[in-house]
């Protein structure tokens, strides 16, 4: 047996546009919310984490200093993640745009950016690069 809660069928009205504002003022309501957009970051939108400015604490509980190097100047390099890798960015800065997107993520020295498994962007370089990066397994943190 279902049982559904009672409610006031007076309340429920089909939904309408923004445009329609005359139907409300019959009403004799005295405004009307609008709809609001609320826009995710690229960061939330591809799960990159990014942590600013980390401290040398952190740095050290990773284990930063024993990752491998990478280092890069000026270019612009497609990009995919097989796995998750963690990055620190000791010198420079990168942009990162998503494939199918026309926005981009910066990230510069002192960041640690974790990028997701499957992850597929375009990296673009404006000069010298070096950042330190470790693959991580599902559920390494």
Known sequence: ML??????SSIIRPRTNNLDLRSD???GRASRVKAMRVEKSLEELYNVRVERKVSQ???K???VTK???WKTGKCKLPWDWHVDQLVYIEE?????????SKQYMSFKA???????KWFEADLWFNGFYQERYS????GDD
């Not at 420079?92 to 199918?100: I, L, M, Q, W």
């Not at 002192?110 to 997701?116: E, S, T, W």
């Not at 693959?135 to 599902?138: D, E, N, P, V």
């Open 61 to 63: 509980e990773l284990g």
């Open 3 to 8: 049982f559904v809660p009672a409610f006031d």
């Open 135 to 138: 693959f991580r397994a599902y």
């Open 110 to 116: 002192g960041d640690l950016v974790r990028y997701p």
């Open 57 to 59: 604490e952190r740095l």
């Open 25 to 27: 003022q019959k009403l």
């Open 92 to 100: 420079g800065e990168v942009r990162v745009v998503p494939e199918g």
């Open 67 to 69: 990752w491998s190097m």
